[in-house]
């Protein structure tokens, strides 16, 4: 069985989206439901205004809650994001960003999640997402 320290370790292969984002995971508590992902904004993460990308930005922060969620579904439970919702305080730059990410509730068919992201020190953004909790498919 996968944890998510195997995860933060590089134990297992990371999907190719993460990857081409550059975001990876720094840490996880079981116990909480609470993942932290570091992303590095690089140039080609960059809109025309030369801040990141909000799409990128909350494809990061669905990443992060993606892995928040798995650390709560049982073996034979799968999870999708239904919503996704990201609001911008102040630009994200190039550097490094972190994404902390919360189940807050977990009901039979649902989880709600929320994202703080931080630049430098301060919260610059926050998600909300609920994901829909489904069997998995043999």
Request: proline share 2%.
């Amino acid at each position: 069985m996968t944890t998510i320290q195997d995860v933060i370790e590089g134990k297992i292969d990371i999907p190719e989206c993460e990857k081409l984002l550059g975001v990876k995971v720094v840490s996880g508590d079981l116990a909480n439901g609470k993942v932290t992902c570091e992303w590095t904004i690089e140039s080609q993460h960059l809109n025309r205004a030369g801040i990141a990308l909000g799409g990128f930005t909350a494809a990061v922060a669905d990443v992060a809650i993606g892995y928040a969620g798995a650390l709560l579904v049982d073996a034979d439970q799968g999870y999708s994001s239904i919503n996704l919702q990201t609001t911008f305080h102040k630009p994200l730059f190039i550097g490094t960003a972190l994404f902390h990410a919360t189940i807050k509730r977990k009901g039979r068919s649902i989880m709600y999640a929320e994202v703080e992201i931080e630049q430098n020190g301060k919260l610059v953004g926050d998600t909300v997402s609920s994901l829909m909790i489904l069997p998995k498919k043999a």
